[in-house]
């Protein structure tokens, strides 16, 4: 897949333990902002059975809806086939590729939080992800 240029579309993946709150947030404000223009996916080391629903309401705020989204199991695949791989908080549980870039977003858990905990780890991960964008190129 290909954008309008000939550059490949760059893939994202974020990982957090359960999958049910920092990366879903991640996936899901990189997928607002970019659209198509980049392949996006999340999953967990070891996945919640539903996304957070603080994060469900606190993303809601933003006009954002992650009520469908379903955490996600890691799997070597998933790193394998991703350009930027970003892990936050998850630890040795990811797979390391030679070639594939890794950040590591040292963000609070928002795991048994209320939504008054969930906004400001909602806004740092909006604010690294337009800086992501940034980086790859891909204006929003």
Not at 13 to 31: D, E, K, P, Y
Not at 56 to 69: L, W
Not at 118 to 136: C, F, S, Y
Request: aromatic letters at 4%; a negative charge; one cysteine or more.
């Amino acid at each position: 897949m290909t954008t309008s240029s000939t550059a490949p579309t760059p893939s994202v993946l974020f990982v957090c333990v359960h999958n049910a709150g920092r990366s879903q947030m991640g996936a899901a404000f990189l997928t607002h902002l970019a659209g198509d223009r980049v392949e996006v996916r999340s999953a967990g080391s070891a996945p919640a059975d539903a996304v957070n629903p603080a994060v469900v309401a606190a993303m809601a705020e933003v006009g954002i809806d992650v009520s469908a989204e379903t955490p996600k199991v890691l799997t070597v695949e998933a790193v394998r086939s991703s350009d930027v791989v970003i892990t936050m908080g998850c630890g040795d549980a990811c797979p390391v590729f030679p070639g594939k870039r890794y950040l590591d977003w040292q963000l609070d858990d928002p795991a048994g939080q209320g939504v008054d905990a969930v906004r400001p780890v909602r806004e740092e991960i909006e604010r690294r992800v337009r800086g992501l964008l940034a980086e790859l190129g891909v204006a929003v």
